[in-house]
């Protein structure tokens, strides 16, 4: 709550930043720019050829005169922090066209605290601490009335990427090495040279030891959503990213994977019928419930931020998805109207699940499976809750504290048909050697216990 806080100097010596709206006076002393000449605007003909502030060598922008005495004076040449800029730019947000005051406060009221903030490691400790001073300090003042200015935190974690060494013990960057074999036996050289190069430790992407990745050549490779695919799906957000080429080329091979599957997708859907069937078979009920519950996963994790989770999800639901598909080829005849309405519906609702994450890809999918406007704007799929109850659970069978095999029975089973069903099982026979069970004992929807 207080723990070595220190008083806020915002004033800089610097041309960058909001200039400081005040004018200093021989005989007025410090008087507020009058509200007329607001904002302040920096002088566009600076120099940076001597050492200081730009503002103090100009030669006439600092120069004005007082407007209370009408004498010579000068404008203050410190510029504010630029964390005073970004520390209560939210609150302004809620009403930006007021022209005569920061916030209309009921407005304001209504729409803050802000839902969530996501903050990289280094940048969420001070805006943060700032930003929560700005509001205890707009409280105050009457522009807001509430003490903190957000309701949550995320902080997500940083791109990090090995480091490579010269024998001169200078750093080379990765694309001037070359990686060779993998494990222990993995090695670096200069692509230049053929010069061995030793391999670091994995650290944040930084100038200085030039492990960084230029994001233009990845999207200049691959395109913006394999870099976008890669980054999700490697680790949970709040943790670091470990950048790998490899790591890059899964994320595009995946990719290609989707267009390929969507496209195939779009050929076992022809034959759907524009209404939904009124009743489903065995294998189209079972591509329904693959996609519902892909649905839910991935919309419950993109609500919990948890991105890798999502990913996964989608991965499975794509093999899924392939296994159905190459199931139909292998029939070779068309799939029945039922299937085919069903799998066109998994392949709709696959694109819409990737399109936060690949929303190039997706627009050009979506396309394909004959969708009119952009999947960005489509609504997002009604999740079908009766899909998501399974028919019938596999309960681990004990007896007398030793697993002796599984029973399969349907969710609702009532207690007698389970105990019928686990007393037939062979294994549990054998186990009891004749001998009838003096107690069961069932955990609904997890285990059950005989004691003979």
């Not at 120099?47 to 600092?62: E, I, Q």
Request: with cysteine.
């Amino acid at each position: 709550m207080n723990f070595r806080l220190r008083d806020w100097g915002i004033s800089r010596q610097r041309y960058w930043g909001c200039p400081i709206p005040v004018i200093h006076c021989s005989k007025c002393d410090v008087v507020p720019v009058p509200e007329t000449d607001l904002p302040v605007t920096l002088p566009e003909d600076v120099s940076f050829d001597k050492p200081g502030n730009a503002l103090d060598h100009h030669p006439t922008w600092k120069h004005v005169t007082c407007p209370q005495c009408g004498g010579k004076a000068t404008r203050e040449t410190d510029t504010m922090d630029t964390f005073v800029d970004s520390s209560w730019y939210f609150a302004r947000f809620t009403d930006p066209w007021n022209e005569q005051a920061p916030t209309t406060p009921a407005i304001a009221n209504h729409m803050m605290p802000v839902d969530q903030y996501i903050g990289g490691v280094e940048h969420a400790i001070l805006h943060l601490l700032y930003s929560r001073f700005f509001t205890r300090a707009m409280k105050a003042t009457g522009h807001i009335s509430m003490d903190e200015p957000f309701k949550g935190m995320f902080t997500q974690g940083m791109v990090v990427h090995e480091t490579y060494r010269k024998a001169d013990g200078g750093w080379a960057s990765p694309d001037e090495v070359r990686i060779e074999a993998s494990g222990e036996t993995r090695r670096a050289t200069l692509i230049s040279t053929g010069e061995a190069v030793e391999i670091g430790a994995v650290e944040k992407m930084s100038k200085s030891k030039r492990n960084t990745v230029d994001p233009d050549d990845i999207i200049g490779s691959y395109g913006a959503d394999t870099a976008r695919w890669f980054m999700l799906s490697d680790s949970p957000p709040d943790r670091d990213v470990i950048w790998s080429e490899e790591g890059v080329q899964g994320a595009a091979r995946f990719m290609q994977r989707l267009w390929r599957l969507v496209n195939e997708s779009a050929e076992a859907g022809k034959a759907a019928p524009q209404d939904r069937p009124a009743t489903f078979g065995t294998e189209a009920l079972a591509m329904r419930k693959a996609t519902h519950g892909a649905l839910d996963k991935v919309s419950t994790g993109i609500e919990r931020l948890h991105f890798n989770v999502c990913l996964a999800n989608i991965r499975e639901f794509a093999n899924e998805l392939a296994d159905a598909l190459a199931r139909s080829r292998a029939t070779k005849s068309t799939p029945a109207p039922d299937l085919s309405w069903s799998l066109r519906e998994a392949a709709t609702i696959l694109v819409q699940l990737f399109s936060p994450m690949m929303p190039h890809l997706a627009e050009e999918c979506w396309q394909a499976l004959g969708q009119t406007g952009l999947v960005s704007e489509a609504r997002w799929p009604q999740i079908e809750r009766d899909l998501l109850v399974e028919n019938t659970v596999t309960l681990p069978v004990q007896v007398n504290g030793k697993k002796r095999g599984e029973v399969t029975v349907a969710s609702g089973a009532p207690n007698p048909e389970i105990e019928t069903a686990v007393l037939a099982l062979d294994a549990v026979r054998q186990a009891l050697g004749g001998k009838p069970a003096r107690k069961i004992i069932i955990v609904p929807q997890r285990i059950v216990n005989v004691v003979g």
